[in-house]
């Protein structure tokens, strides 16, 4: 029987694998791990949220980048730390479905701004009502205090992880490096 992704924890956690993290890479390590099933539970809630109005979480975290503002497709990629053609190519389905649309970007002569349409604005919001129940559910059954400690301790995590970016290191050391 196949392993399931809760038991190949113990990889993360394994030191006999000539790894040999320090207790410090191990608790990132396994950081990461439950990062990556929150990320596709979060996912695939998203999905069943955007779904009756015929939408996806890519597409949802699109509209709700140009909701305030235009943008223009790196922009939105670079607030979602996504790449440029994943966005491209939510952005054209967008545009082809009359939920958004390109404008020229006076600042640039070849990067069209994105901006949310009337029809747009209309499925992010019921998106959101959606979400609404669904944040106010979860969140009690978590637990706001919890919940607050998470939000306090996150974002040194993501201030390293761009600060290695920013540098050219977001991945693994490499060897003699």
Request: aromatic share 4%; hydrophobic share 40%.
């Amino acid at each position: 029987m196949a392993r399931t992704v809760p038991n190949r924890q113990d990889a993360v956690n394994a030191r006999d694998h000539g790894v040999g993290r320090t207790p410090a890479g191990d608790a990132l390590s396994e950081l990461v791990v439950q990062v990556f099933r929150l990320n596709g539970l979060l996912t695939a809630a998203g999905d069943g949220m955007a779904e009756p109005v015929g939408q996806t979480t890519a597409r949802w975290r699109v509209l709700a980048a140009i909701e305030d503002e235009p943008m223009t497709v790196a922009q939105i990629a670079r607030a979602w730390w996504l790449t440029r053609q994943s966005v491209q190519r939510v952005a054209d389905l967008l545009v082809d479905d009359g939920l958004a649309g390109y404008e020229d970007n006076p600042n640039h002569r070849r990067a069209k701004l994105v901006r949310i349409t009337t029809p747009g604005m209309g499925a992010l919001r019921t998106i959101r009502l959606a979400q609404k129940g669904w944040a106010d559910e979860l969140g009690e059954d978590v637990g706001e205090e919890d919940l607050r400690s998470i939000n306090e301790r996150l974002p040194a995590v993501i201030a390293a992880l761009e600060r290695r970016s920013s540098r050219g290191s977001a991945g693994p050391p490499t060897a003699g490096g």
